[in-house]
C-alpha cells in the first residue's frame, strides 16, 4: 500500500471549475492504477474515473465523460483531476484511490489504498 494525499478542493458555482490533486508517497506495481471516487452523505462511493499509468490509461464513468479529465502527476507519484461544467451533482467528497494495474477498475472493492478526502461544493 502507499499513502495518497488529495489537495485543490473548495467551492465553486454551478458551470466552474476545479482541479484535485493526487500525491503518492511513492511509485510501486500496486500503485500504477490511480482513480477517483466520490461519495456523498448516505450513500456508497461511486467511482469517478482511473488511469491505468503503465499503459496511460484513463477511463471515466458515464456521469463525467467529456467533463473531467485525469492524467498523470508523474513528479508527484500521482494524478490530477480537472473538473470542467460542474454540476451541483458533483459535489461530495472525493477521494483518490491506488490498486495494481490487474485491478484497474471502476469499482470500489478493488483499490487497496486510500486517501482521506477531500470536499468539493457546486452551488446554483
Known amino acids: 500500500p502507499v499513502n495518497l494525499a488529495e489537495s485543490g478542493g473548495g467551492s465553486v458555482q454551478v458551470g466552474g471549475s476545479l482541479r484535485l490533486s493526487c500525491r503518492g508517497s511513492?511509485?510501486?506495481?500496486?500503485?500504477?492504477?490511480l482513480a477517483w471516487f466520490r461519495q456523498t452523505p448516505g450513500n456508497e462511493r461511486e467511482a469517478v474515473a482511473s488511469f491505468e499509468r503503465s499503459r496511460g490509461a484513463p477511463t471515466y464513468s458515464d456521469s463525467v465523460k467529456g467533463r473531467f479529465t485525469i492524467s498523470e502527476d508523474r513528479g508527484n507519484n500521482g494524478i490530477f483531476l480537472q473538473m470542467n461544467r460542474l454540476k451541483p451533482e458533483d459535489s461530495g467528497t472525493y477521494y483518490c484511490?491506488?490498486?495494481?494495474?490487474?485491478?484497474?477498475?471502476?469499482?470500489?472493492?478493488?483499490?487497496?489504498?486510500w486517501g482521506q478526502g477531500i470536499q468539493v461544493s457546486v452551488s446554483s
Open positions: 511513492k511509485y510501486t506495481d500496486s500503485s500504477d492504477c
Open positions: 484511490a491506488a490498486t495494481y494495474p490487474w485491478r484497474c477498475e471502476l469499482t470500489m472493492s478493488k483499490y487497496i489504498s
